[in-house]
């Protein structure tokens, strides 16, 4: 079946970089994402990472994937508070439609 | 400018009333998505259509309903709400069920006294 898990909170200091996890059961998934959903907003697309890469860098935004153990994780570089949101990692479903299984979300804080 | 537009943005309807929650997009995509995201949960799809073409969840309950009568609009209508509906209820569109990119809504936050 399919599944994703996520840590639920995770608080940083302003300037420290946050790393957030993920994990997922479908290892035949084509890809991998992070969307953003800030309150009272909608999901915004972050980044994705296609399963043949194990690592993608945007700006402040690094994605890591290691497949054998089906981890993702989201590392962000010099977090300013601005970056306070909830953060959902999601797969796409290997079923041959464009549905994303979603995890719960990480609520991140970032603090003075 | 927004592209997903949902409306309204909070609905609250009494147990029992059907609802009908909007979604526009100006996209010209292809497909769209109705997704269910309760409170502290992950959001879960209900249903998409491919152009007209309906394509519902095995396990999403026959009380929630939708009708896309162009691109540009997309409805989901809950016939009887209960007290479990209550939920954000997020609008998504991609260009084909290829394309790796999903466009979400604002959201509908709706609330079943």
């Known amino acids: 079946g399919e599944d994703v898990e996520q840590s639920l909170f995770l608080s940083v200091r302003e300037g420290d970089s946050s790393v957030i996890n993920c994990t997922y059961t479908?290892?035949?998934?084509?890809?991998l994402y992070w969307y953003k959903q800030e309150p009272g907003a909608g999901l915004q697309l972050l980044t994705y990472i296609f399963s043949n890469m194990d690592m993608k860098q945007d700006q402040r935004l690094t994605v890591l994937l290691n497949k054998k153990d089906k981890h993702l994780s989201l590392r962000i570089a010099d977090t300013q508070t601005g970056d306070s949101a909830i953060y959902f990692c999601a797969e796409r479903f290997s079923g041959g439609y464009n549905k994303l299984i979603f995890g719960a979300g990480t609520r991140l804080a970032v603090h003075p | 400018d927004a592209m997903v537009i949902q409306n309204p943005r909070y609905q609250v309807t009494q147990f029992g009333k059907p609802v009908t929650l909007s979604c526009s997009q100006t996209l010209n995509h292809n497909v769209m998505y109705w997704y269910q995201q309760k409170s502290s949960q992950a959001p879960k799809l209900l249903f998409h259509y491919y152009d007209k073409d309906f394509n519902n969840e095995a396990d999403t309950p026959d009380n929630f309903q939708s009708r896309r009568p162009n691109t540009s609009f997309c409805f989901l209508d809950i016939r009887s709400p209960g007290l479990g509906d209550a939920a954000m209820y997020l609008c998504?569109?991609?260009?084909?069920?290829?394309?790796?990119?999903?466009?979400f809504g604002p959201g509908t936050r709706l609330t079943v006294t």
């Open positions: 479908d290892s035949s998934s084509t890809y």
């Open positions: 998504a569109t991609s260009r084909d069920n290829s394309n790796y990119e999903q466009y």
